[in-house]
């Protein structure tokens, strides 16, 4: 299983990022896919569980409104786009994968995680 996260950056508060995860090594369908991040002197904080299969996407309320997680439906690939960010949006951005277990449960005991992407916002 392999994830590789790109699209972070910096940005002024106010402002979009778009992240990219890139799937591989595993049937992508009958997965969960989710979103969490570490942001400096703070606990690490999942912000959106996907299931592939399905149509329902769970957020956080910190996230809430303002990120959308979607996936390409013809590739391997899910989106985290994120809207408004904030200073205190300022962390590192991972994305992880778990198997279906009957339901998608908590981002942060995916077993599968990417590298992380820096996101900075001024």
């Known amino acids: 299983v392999q994830l590789v996260e790109s699209g972070g950056g910096s940005v002024q508060g106010g402002g979009s990022l778009r992240l990219s995860c890139a799937a591989s090594g595993f049937s992508f369908s009958d997965r969960c896919m989710g979103w969490f991040r570490q942001r400096p002197g703070k606990d690490r904080e999942g912000l959106a569980v996907?299931?592939?299969?399905?149509?329902?996407?769970t957020y956080a309320d910190s996230v809430k409104g303002r990120f959308i997680f979607t996936r390409d439906k013809g590739k391997d690939l899910v989106y985290l786009r994120m809207n408004g960010l904030q200073p205190e949006d300022t962390g590192i951005y991972y994305c992880?994968?778990?198997?279906?277990?009957?339901?998608?449960?908590?981002?942060?005991?995916?077993?599968?995680r990417g590298q992380g992407t820096q996101v900075t916002v001024s």
């Open positions: 996907l299931w592939i299969g399905g149509a329902t996407t």
């Open positions: 992880a994968a778990d198997q279906l277990y009957g339901t998608c449960h908590d981002v942060l005991d995916f077993p599968a």
